[in-house]
């Protein structure tokens, strides 16, 4: 199975703000569209964002992000990053980056928000906000 690599993970207080990178060391992102997701403890694991080889994004979050997640791309670094600022407790969660290789798709495309989806996956980086 195809991995990808997160980090930029960690402790933080509410209102702080924080970079997740994605990376895979077994294929080219370029190639890829990517998306993050994030699990929280008894919770489903849900879509935020995913953007596409051309860098549209598709939003996928749930209504308590309002705009406060940004995802980016930088194919010269072969990185997908995802910008989470004014943190609040509730975004505390394990974060998750997955891709799908669609060098055979229209550059702009995105698959839906469903996990299955996406066949790469990262092991995850956990994000905890708290006072």
């Known amino acids: 199975q195809l991995q990808l690599v997160e980090s930029g993970g960690g402790s933080v207080q509410p209102g702080a703000s924080l970079r997740l990178s994605c990376s895979s060391p077994?294929?080219?992102?370029?190639?890829?569209?990517v998306a993050w997701f994030r699990e929280a403890p008894g919770k489903g694991r849900e879509a935020i964002s995913c953007?596409?080889?051309?860098?549209?994004?598709?939003?996928f979050h749930v209504d308590s992000i309002q705009g406060r997640f940004t995802v980016y791309r930088d194919n010269a670094k072969h990185t997908v990053s995802l910008h989470l600022d004014s943190l609040r407790p509730e975004d505390s969660a394990v974060y998750y980056c997955?891709?799908?290789?669609?060098?055979?798709?229209?550059?702009?495309?995105?698959?839906?928000?469903?996990?299955?989806?996406?066949?790469?996956w990262g092991q995850g980086t956990h994000v905890t906000v708290s006072s």
């Open positions: 997955a891709g799908k290789f669609v060098r055979d798709r229209r550059p702009t495309y995105c698959p839906r928000d469903s996990t299955s989806n996406y066949p790469a």
């Open positions: 077994e294929f080219s992102l370029a190639d890829s569209a």
């Open positions: 953007i596409s080889r051309a860098g549209n994004i598709s939003t």
